[in-house]
């Protein structure tokens, strides 16, 4: 639903508010725009029943689903709920598909107040360092790497990307520096609260509060791999494949 179609829904059907939730997909997540869906988990049949307007929106669900292929059609069983009703507190949200001319995957921390769609790859529970690690130089090394491609953009793959990256082994003082690190790319968004994250990762108009942050995080994370700040994207990649075959050499042991 649209901001308009949530407030009408809202004014003619006041009991509705509580199961409206934003919803996102890549493009929402990435330019802020305002889209909602009913997220009826663990509604009562007689709640349901009591809201004609949302109960007509099940049922052209119902109808949508019966009128796809197989595997569609079986979620009509339950259509109040959506094919994934997963729902964490918090989150880490990646758009699967990303602008190639960015230096950086835009990627934030999304509440349960968001339900993610199919374009959001999502990290329950992720920390700050997690977060440090994955907006990080070498990990956007390693996705240029390995992604795949969609026309020229990034596609983010959840087994080549996320799987297959390796991680460095950390001391305690590395892992509170990133993390310091990660906040401050979070502190520097904030200074920017009109701007879209598509709007903040434009290298056009990438604030300079922003890209110094990413800078600090960048040099942290290249420490912590034991690589040195002037580190070249290749060399990067050739570290972190050397890497990944001594994990999956202990694997096959």
């Not at 995957?105 to 329950?124: C, E, R, T």
């Not at 082994?169 to 892992?175: A, C, F, P, S």
Request: net charge positive.
């Amino acid at each position: 639903m649209s901001q308009e179609e949530a407030d009408k829904l809202i004014d003619t059907e006041p009991k509705a508010k509580k199961y409206i939730k934003r919803f996102m997909m890549g493009n929402e997540f990435l330019n802020d725009i305002p889209r909602y869906c009913l997220w009826l988990v663990g509604i009562s049949p007689k709640e349901l029943r009591s809201m004609p307007l949302v109960l007509k929106h099940v049922e052209k669900c119902r109808e949508n689903r019966l009128s796809g292929a197989a595997d569609r059609q079986k979620l009509a069983a339950t259509p109040h709920l959506f094919r994934e009703t997963r729902n964490p507190d918090n989150f880490i949200a990646i758009p699967v598909v990303s602008s190639e001319r960015r230096a950086y995957i835009p990627m934030d921390y999304l509440s349960s107040d968001v339900i993610a769609g199919n374009k959001l790859f999502i990290l329950p529970d992720a920390t700050k360092y997690d977060f440090g690690i994955l907006e990080s130089i070498v990990h956007m090394s390693w996705m240029r790497m390995v992604a795949g491609r969609l026309e020229t953009r990034y596609s983010y793959s959840k087994t080549l990307v996320y799987n297959d990256f390796s991680w460095p082994n950390v001391n305690k003082m590395q892992r509170d520096r990133i993390t310091e690190t990660a906040q401050s790319i979070l502190d520097a968004r904030k200074l920017y609260p009109d701007s879209s994250l598509a709007d903040l990762y434009d290298p056009l108009t990438m604030p300079i509060e922003l890209r110094k942050a990413h800078e600090a995080n960048d040099k942290a994370v290249l420490q912590a791999y034991g690589l040195k700040p002037s580190a070249t994207e290749a060399e990067i990649v050739q570290h972190l494949f050397k890497m990944y075959e001594k994990l999956t050499a202990k694997d096959d042991k």
